[in-house]
DNA sequence: ACACCGGGTGTACGTTGTACACGGTTCTAG
DNA sequence: CTAGAACCGTGTACAACGTACACCCGGTGT
């Protein structure tokens, strides 16, 4: 149990020690790890198997075993190596520098939405997403702040892109999974917009017939905005209020 | 492929006709989705199976099927039964309507964390989600904004709160999963520990040595008075900037 | 020369969602 | 009043999943 997480963590944060003897490996884990994020990208997180893996790779599925321990540490390996690919957010001032690792975190939301699918039950933190953290937390250092406000701060704005994420993710896997454009599915619904009457849903109908739905605003361009412009506030207050945790879930 | 969809909005928007013949039905529609509610609640999504569902009730398998189309559509049914147990935001000033839906949401999130852990792929909206949305939107409908503008206002909100509760939601999970404690369970990963070096995460190293990690601020509290903050900042602002979707995934 | 370590394979098991066929029950049509 | 349709619950069966285990074989150290 205990030696079981250990593991996990040499796996991310040690690189893997070359063997000495036995056959050459054909295959390898940075070579797992990049076919599961190829599967991942272009099928969706249903479709990431670990016989689907071993095929692509051309190998049985039993071979990726000698290289990852199983589909969890795969899992965590895969976000890993994905946080690699974002850019550290650069020194400078907060609003510039929070704002850039907000758009690296969406870049790479967009690129490989499966990342806010999985259920990351108590996922291994790897080295990679760890320095990006680091350095958002840097750019938010120079404030003043107690060193608890420098995480809430940083943390209130990847919650956002969290949750902006998530919708999107769900809509890019649903585009996949049924070959129908968001808008095409909709509009194919008209059992749905039947229900759709002012006296249920007043505001809904107005909205929708004012083409408030057509026209709708960039969801993650307009609320980063607003945090931002929300962290400003609390930034330049002179004697903030800390909000402690109430209760402990 | 059409008609199984529109099923399912007959499914979660007209109540269930009885049926006249036959014989009287043991089990009922609402008896699955409820029972698999408290499945959920009390062992988490991973362990809501149509097995554990039947068991929980006394019944076979195969004899929910007879109640309920299939497993994608009792998720429907469940989340939209959640969304029915919160209460309408009530009319009234803009900042403490959206204030009580976001605490709505996060009462809700915080009773069924499994919420946001089904995948939600293209996930039929039910009812009472629907005018839930409906009231929150009513609220932010008096200030002479766009239509698209009240749209983008509520949905910043439902954004934050989706993405705090998904951080809350894993880590609810993976305490009943391996029962330990989230501080004990990062407290035994002293491996993971001595990789965090001030060379490495020079941040996150003098964060922990000053104790900012002890002191961590409620990041629903925190958060949502920013994301409130921020939306008073673009409220109260005389001409407002449009933002438009520039790409359209 | 030989033991051993480690890479790749094949088989097998338990668990999942659910299709399908079946038998019993109750209302409706004639 | 009876035949039949509609419907409820059950049991069996199947494909796909993660992965434990036993196996063979190639290369390196002693």
């Known amino acids: 149990m205990k030696s079981d997480r250990d593991r996990s963590v040499r796996l991310l944060w040690e690189p893997p020690a070359?063997?000495?003897?036995?056959?050459?490996?054909?295959?390898?884990?940075?070579?797992v790890v990049e076919a599961a994020i190829k599967v991942a990208d272009a099928e969706g997180v249903e479709a990431l198997t670990m016989r689907r893996v071993a095929e692509t790779l051309g190998f049985t599925t039993m071979s990726l075993y000698r290289h990852v321990p199983g589909k969890s540490e795969l899992l965590d390996l895969m976000v890993d190596a994905v946080w690699g690919e974002t850019e550290h957010t650069p020194r400078g001032p907060w609003r510039a520098g929070l704002e850039f690792f907000a758009r690296q975190m969406w870049a790479m939301y967009r690129a490989h939405p499966w990342m806010l699918q999985l259920t990351a039950s108590r996922r291994m933190p790897?080295?990679?997403?760890?320095?990006?953290?680091?350095?958002?937390?840097?750019?938010?250092?120079?404030?003043?702040?107690?060193?608890e406000e420098i995480v809430a701060v940083a943390t209130a704005?990847?919650?956002?892109?969290?949750?902006?994420?998530r919708t999107m993710a769900d809509r890019?896997?649903?585009?996949?999974?049924?070959?129908?454009?968001?808008?095409?599915?909709?509009?194919?619904r008209e059992a749905l917009w039947e229900h759709f009457t002012p006296d249920r849903l007043p505001m809904m109908t107005h909205i929708w017939n004012s083409g408030g739905f057509e026209r709708m605003l960039d969801d993650f361009e307009f609320g980063l905005a607003?945090?931002?412009?929300?962290?400003?506030?609390?930034?330049?207050?002179?004697?903030?209020?800390?909000v402690r945790p109430q209760t402990c879930l």
Chains 1, 2 share one sequence.
């Open 157 to 165: 704005v990847s919650h956002f892109v969290v949750g902006v994420g």
């Open 126 to 147: 790897g080295p990679q997403a760890m320095t990006r953290q680091d350095a958002a937390y840097a750019v938010v250092s120079e404030l003043g702040l107690a060193t």
């Open 18 to 31: 070359e063997p000495t003897r036995g056959p050459k490996a054909a295959l390898s884990q940075s070579r």
């Open 226 to 242: 607003r945090v931002l412009d929300g962290l400003a506030v609390f930034i330049e207050t002179e004697d903030r209020p800390l």
């Open 172 to 188: 890019v896997q649903a585009e996949r999974e049924t070959g129908v454009s968001e808008e095409d599915w909709w509009n194919g």
